[in-house]
């Protein structure tokens, strides 16, 4: 039942900002959208939500479109530290559980 | 402020045998989440604790059990260990209740190898 759609991979250059797509075109209105990433073997790490309003913190930008079937997450200047597995998660905001799809895989080149 | 911690890091089990995973919560946080991540996959939720209770559970069968202290660590316990349960488990906490943030912040996970 999965309720967003990623590229299952893409490549971006260091230094570059790297805009990773979302579909959720099934989203509802008390749905958030969470993203998260997950380097090779270790946990899942939370990078930023949002609900309708784009937002932004030290990790990344999040921009939703005004529909709501979609968004993008923008790591203004990639690393190679960024290399990682991207998960784009729909939620409602009291729910008790995450439900992870396949992600995309980000790989940042020298 | 601590983060998630979990232990051990790696566990080999052989197929019937019992395992016990620990999971610390991160300072501030009453509520603990346990997923498993097979290989190549994605996190699979299998049950939430909150106030010592499951909260929740997703498509686990009973051999997986769990327990919350009051100190709001957690236990994650699978009976009867089959091959398939070979995976990286994950602990991740929350914040729930009147001051919620529910922000699920995930520890390193443990290793489980079953032979």
């Known amino acids: 039942d999965a309720k967003t759609t990623q590229p299952p991979s893409m490549d971006c250059a260091e230094g570059r900002a790297a805009n990773l797509p979302c579909n959720h075109s099934?989203?509802?209105?008390?749905?958030?959208v969470y993203w998260y990433r997950q380097i090779h073997s270790q946990g899942p790490q939370y990078i930023i939500h949002?609900?309708?309003n784009n937002e932004t913190n030290e990790m990344a930008s999040l921009i939703i479109t005004e529909d709501r079937k979609s968004s993008t997450l923008i790591l203004p200047h990639a690393t190679l530290r960024d290399t990682a597995v991207y998960y784009c998660?729909?939620?409602?905001?009291?729910?008790?559980?995450?439900?992870f799809g396949a992600g995309t895989t980000v790989t940042v080149r020298a | 402020e601590t983060g998630v911690t979990q232990s051990p890091t790696h566990l080999i089990k052989t197929r019937g045998q019992q395992v016990t995973l620990r999971c610390s919560s991160q300072?501030?946080?009453?509520?603990v989440s346990w997923y498993q991540q097979a290989l190549g996959q994605g996190p699979q939720f299998i049950f939430q604790?909150?106030?010592?209770?499951?909260?929740g559970r997703g498509n686990f069968p009973p051999r997986f059990s769990g327990l919350q202290f009051p100190n709001y660590s957690s236990e994650l316990n699978v009976n009867a260990l089959e091959l398939d349960d070979s995976a990286l488990y994950l602990c991740?906490?929350?914040?729930?209740?009147?001051?919620?943030?529910?922000?699920?912040?995930f520890g390193p996970g443990t290793r489980l190898t079953v032979l």
């Open positions: 991740a906490s929350s914040l729930e209740g009147a001051a919620r943030t529910d922000t699920q912040y």
């Open positions: 099934t989203i509802s209105g008390n749905e958030y």
């Open positions: 949002g609900l309708k």
């Open positions: 998660i729909v939620r409602v905001r009291n729910d008790y559980k995450l439900s």
């Open positions: 300072s501030g946080h009453n509520t």
């Open positions: 604790y909150y106030r010592e209770e499951e909260n």
